[in-house]
């Protein structure tokens, strides 16, 4: 018997001889029940290993029009820009977001989910830590409240995502560099703080291979989100050592590249693709400051509006009660090519 799949509440309210009103009661409030029947409920629980379809149950009660936007530093630029456009999102389909920010912290980012929980959100778009992220607290997370993931996925979970593909960018920028000058090294931190990173070196690696390039990775040391001046000492370093054997230099995103651009500028190294220039620079993310540098970088660039509208939608959907598999979505980059390389 304890190992009957229970599909609905009503079958759980049948099996287990409570009341199909006093179950969806507990389930709503389980304060709300008297403790003797809290007590059946949730022993009948724990002998059918029955969880109810919480998305199923939204259709069914007054929902909060709370939506949580989670991501893993708010002061990193480009998270600070997708999530502007998520909230502008939610906000033009009636939703009351709210911005949280991990700081790079796995503990913090389990104490926001908890915070969470307290507003009885109708649904949450996160950007989790990735591999530093208490996975088994996200799962639990997603149980009880709809849930999508985009910029860094958590396999482990299985949850829906929406992201940019960064196999696709490193492969397409790998392709330009190596098209108009000599081949690029690729310049990461040693410990990434993002996931996306170990795909985009593992991209640059199959580009070499593909174009019949030897391979060459310079990882510098830093940990933490500081990408700009773990870039730039990480760069004086590279290049006092004489650690690029091209003159082209991918980054593995343009953070790094900004504070390796800094480090050319105080060695007096002239960056860019001009005469007179010896060393390309190119990044990856389309940092909203990127067109600002000097020089300017070229870099490939998520597509912000097109990230943010697959992600909100397919959150809204979702609360909505529209409840398809997850999947993967993972969207193509765009080059965006200046003076840099």
């Not at 196999?167 to 392709?175: G, R």
Request: hydrophobic share 35%; proline share 6%.
């Amino acid at each position: 018997m304890a190992q009957q799949k229970i599909r609905n509440m009503e079958e759980f309210s049948a099996i287990s001889g409570i009341s199909r009103p006093t179950v969806s009661k507990f389930f709503h409030d389980p304060d709300s029940v008297r403790l003797s029947t809290r007590a059946r409920i949730e022993a009948a629980i724990e002998k059918y290993d029955y969880r109810p379809n919480i998305f199923a149950m939204n259709q069914n009660r007054k929902l909060t029009k709370n939506v949580g936007i989670v991501v893993p530093l708010l002061a990193d630029p480009y998270f600070a820009e997708i999530a502007r456009n998520l909230e502008q999102r939610c906000l033009d389909a009636g939703y009351r977001p709210t911005l949280f920010s991990a700081h790079g912290d796995p503990d913090l980012e389990v104490e926001v989910l908890d915070n969470l929980r307290s507003m009885k959100p109708a649904g949450v778009l996160i950007a989790p830590l990735g591999r530093a992220s208490n996975v088994r607290a996200l799962e639990k997370f997603s149980e009880d409240v709809p849930t999508l993931i985009f910029d860094s996925s958590v396999e482990e979970i299985g949850l829906g995502f929406v992201g940019s593909d960064n196999m696709q960018f490193t492969a397409h920028i790998s392709d330009y560099l190596c098209r108009t000058g000599e081949p690029p090294c690729f310049f990461e931190m040693k410990t990434p703080a993002n996931p996306n990173a170990h795909r985009r070196r593992q991209s640059y690696l199959n580009a070499m291979e593909k174009f019949g390039f030897t391979p060459q990775v310079v990882s510098v040391e830093g940990e933490g989100w500081a990408f700009e001046e773990i870039g730039r000492l990480g760069g004086h370093k590279a290049l006092s050592e004489g650690q690029f054997s091209t003159n082209t230099i991918l980054c593995s995103n343009d953070r790094l590249a900004i504070g390796l651009l800094t480090a050319c500028y105080e060695r007096g190294i002239r960056v860019g693709r001009t005469e007179g220039c010896s060393i390309r620079v190119a990044g990856q993310d389309g940092h909203p400051h990127s067109r600002y540098t000097c020089p300017p970088l070229t870099t490939i660039s998520h597509d912000y509006d097109a990230v943010s509208k697959h992600a909100a939608d397919a959150l809204f959907a979702a609360i909505d009660g529209h409840v398809e598999p997850w999947k993967s979505t993972r969207l193509e980059g765009k080059l965006i090519m200046r003076d840099s390389a």
